[in-house]
């Protein structure tokens, strides 16, 4: 019998993509939404859903990934329920390519679905302050340090050291808008200017509104398969080139550097895996739940020096035309942003990596495709990271 080590790993593709209804979804529960995700993503592909037999899920009921299979109707012999928060996707994903590639599973349907923002209008749920107040959060909740006011201590602290400005932070939200307006998915599409991100009603100490995330209902689903089903696959495959994982803290008081995120590990860790450095990179798409979040996740994935995010993002580099176009379909930002956003991310990649951008289509010179594109998801308040590479085939 081979040793593990001697053992051929199969390539895995991306071979199905597709979102369900998103934005504004009254009318629909979260497990229609992800059968509806579904279903698309197996159309996408063109295989029939027999070949499925490991799946991803998590957010979704007591037993995440058993309640949902079940509602789709699938029976697999490999799941996947991890929850590190937005990084979740990407970390679930690196688990189902190496899942794949080490014969553990042919096909791998990951899908996501939430109505927050219509749970929220029909009073079905409300706001909370925190996530919990056991464990360690037990020495931050009785002081009211909201989710929301974590990421805007590490934004200031970033400002102080780097001399961040908080209109540098701003371009990121005005550039998402412009990358949305081309996107009919998106929620919000009308154009935004720094004035308007600095206007609007303060949040969380430097972040305004518009630095923030849109709150929307929606789902997606993405199916990896090995290199063996690419050939029936209705479209190209999109390659998973490399992967990296990793977490850093839950108390704030054990965060290093509230400058570095952990996407300085796994983008490093991605980037060493597939080969390929950041300039090799055409499209990235990053976890963007508040501004900060972007900035600080360039800089920590090597597209600019650490301290330099500012000036990086504040000359249109992350328009879809730009030097590095960043969350081309709007990001969370303004395209949608149902709760664990990561999915979607990998979607959109696979999309521009194919061509299917529509009007949003990035080009390199000559008009040709992207054909490397990363994407990079952070989890909790910058307490996990997944960074997935992936190729045009």
């Given at each position: 019998m081979p040793s593990p080590s001697t053992t051929p790993r199969r390539k895995v593709a991306v071979v199905g993509v597709a979102l369900s209804d998103t934005g504004r979804v009254d009318d629909a529960t979260p497990y229609a939404l992800h059968a509806q995700a579904a279903r698309r993503a197996l159309a996408d592909s063109g295989l029939d859903r027999s070949v499925v037999d490991g799946f991803g899920s998590a957010g979704l009921g007591t037993l995440a990934p058993v309640e949902v299979a079940e509602y789709l109707g699938l029976r697999p012999t490999w799941v996947d329920s991890t929850a590190v928060g937005g990084a979740t996707w990407e970390v679930m994903a690196a688990h189902a390519a190496d899942a794949i590639a080490a014969g553990h599973a042919n096909a791998v349907l990951l899908v996501y679905g939430s109505t927050a923002r219509a749970d929220i209008k029909a009073g079905r749920r409300t706001s909370n302050l925190s996530f919990g107040a056991r464990g360690p959060l037990q020495f931050e909740v009785p002081y009211g340090h909201t989710l929301?006011?974590?990421?805007?201590?590490?934004?200031?602290?970033?400002?102080?050291?780097?001399?961040?400005?908080?209109?540098?932070?701003?371009?990121?939200?005005?550039q998402a808008r412009a990358n949305a307006a081309t996107n009919p998915d998106a929620m919000f599409r009308d154009p935004i200017t720094v004035d308007d991100v600095l206007s609007g009603p303060m949040i969380a100490d430097?972040?305004?509104?518009?630095?923030?995330?849109i709150r929307s209902d929606g789902g997606c689903a993405v199916l990896l398969a090995a290199e063996e089903y690419v050939p029936d696959a209705a479209k190209s495959p999109v390659w998973v080139l490399g992967s990296g994982m990793s977490v850093s803290h839950t108390t704030m008081s054990e965060w290093e550097d509230f400058t570095v995120s952990p996407a300085a590990a796994s983008g490093r860790l991605a980037f060493e895996r597939a080969g390929v450095r950041p300039a090799d990179v055409d499209v990235a798409e990053i976890y963007d739940a508040f501004t900060y979040m972007t900035l600080v996740t360039l800089e920590d994935l090597g597209f600019c020096a650490k301290g330099e995010g500012g000036a990086f993002v504040s000359k249109g580099r992350l328009l879809r035309d730009g030097e590095l176009p960043v969350n081309t379909d709007g990001g969370g930002l303004s395209a949608c942003h149902p709760g664990m956003r990561g999915l979607f991310l990998l979607v959109e990649a696979v999309r521009q990596l194919r061509g299917e951008g529509g009007a949003g289509q990035v080009r390199k010179p000559g008009g040709r495709l992207p054909e490397v594109g990363v994407v990079s998801g952070t989890g909790g308040w910058f307490c996990s990271s997944g960074t997935i590479v992936l190729g045009r085939g």
């Open positions: 929301i006011s974590k990421y805007a201590m590490a934004a200031r602290r970033h400002m102080h050291q780097f001399g961040t400005t908080v209109e540098q932070l701003a371009e990121v939200a005005v430097p972040f305004t509104k518009l630095h923030c995330c």
